[in-house]
């Protein structure tokens, strides 16, 4: 069986690769001339990183190995304006399910501080999966009529988090 920290290490790899994903749609959009929508993913971007960096602070903590790994290389092309937010939602829903296996190994494997750890990243991902589920109605909605209309929204209203939160784990080097 697979011991918990070897899969902290793969799910580190994952959130770099979700944050190459999303600065990838971000600069689709940014070619594109959406800057509302690219900011939004450029933000994404920092995100994931963050969150991969702590998992890493988490494996320095409990004095495991950290692999810093390579990343599989991200989708840049997609076939309209609505394809990058379908992938997007795609990703943090197979997230959610790759945090909720590694809670469910931490407690299998008795490793409470591990588990308490990973609670963060629960919430964090039901926030995630709903605000991108919005954000992908918003641009349905506007690419029927004109995406500017989605810009105009965004620049106005702010889909997810808005502040630092403050019970969100340490980074390894600090967050960005
Ligand atoms: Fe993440
Ligand atoms: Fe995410």
Redesign the pocket.
């Known amino acids: 069986m697979v011991q918990f920290p070897d899969a902290v290490n793969e799910q580190i790899a994952r959130e770099f690769a ?1 944050s190459q994903q999303y600065v990838a749609i971000a600069v689709h959009y940014d070619a594109e001339v959406l800057p509302q929508l690219a900011a939004h993913f450029y933000r ?1 971007a920092v ?2 990183r963050n ?1 991969a960096m702590m998992l890493v602070q988490y494996l320095l903590d409990s004095d495991e190995r950290v692999i810093v790994p390579g990343v599989v290389a991200p989708q840049t092309e997609f076939a309209d304006a609505v394809a990058p937010i379908r992938l997007a939602l795609e ?2 829903r197979r ?1 959610t399910e790759q945090i909720a296996a590694l809670v469910a190994l931490a407690r299998e494997q008795g490793n409470l501080v591990g588990e308490q750890f990973l609670h963060w990243f629960l919430q ?2 039901r926030e ?1 999966v709903a605000s991108m589920s919005d954000l992908l109605k918003l641009v349905e909605r506007a690419a029927a009529s004109n995406l500017l209309l989605a810009e105009e929204y965004l620049a106005r209203v702010q889909i997810g988090e808005q502040a630092v939160d403050a019970t969100a784990p340490t980074a390894a080097g600090g967050a960005l």
């Open positions: 979700a994404q995100e994931e969150h990703q943090e997230v964090e991902q995630e």
